[in-house]
Nanobody
Framework: VQLQASGGGLVQPGGSLRLSCAVY????????LGWFRQAPGNRRELVAG???????NYSDSVKGRFTISRDNDKNTVDLQMNSLNPEDTAVYYC????????WGQGTQVTVSS
């Protein structure tokens, strides 16, 4: 199983980005999915998660701004990020659990003016 994340970049405060994670070798609708992030000097933290039956959860810091979704046809899990602020700057990792845990390679998100 391989996860390939894309969509990171530099954005101004208040802007938006959409991250996408393509999953190969597993079916996204049959596992738990998530997006984590890790800023320098910090531990990796869960940003958004989705269970196999579609229930979602978010960290308090992103609730109302970020949305996790999956596309069963494309076999991807996406993260729509709105109203970004400098505290959202981190490397973002996609995650899938289907018996075992699998991680994407990380994509850098930098929020700065």
């Amino acid at each position: 199983v391989q996860l390939q994340a894309s969509g990171g970049g530099l954005v101004q405060p208040g802007g938006s980005l959409r991250l996408s994670c393509a999953v190969y070798g597993a079916i996204v609708s049959r596992g738990a999915l998530g997006w984590f992030r890790q800023a320098p000097g910090n531990r990796r933290e869960l940003v958004a998660g989705m269970t196999g039956d579609g229930n979602t959860n978010y960290s308090d810091s992103v609730k109302g701004r970020f949305t996790i979704s999956r596309d069963n046809d494309k076999n991807t899990v996406d993260l729509q990020m709105n109203s970004l602020n400098p505290e959202d700057t981190a490397v973002y990792y996609c995650y899938m659990q289907q018996v075992y845990e699998f991680w994407g390679q990380g994509t850098q998100v930098t929020v700065s003016s």
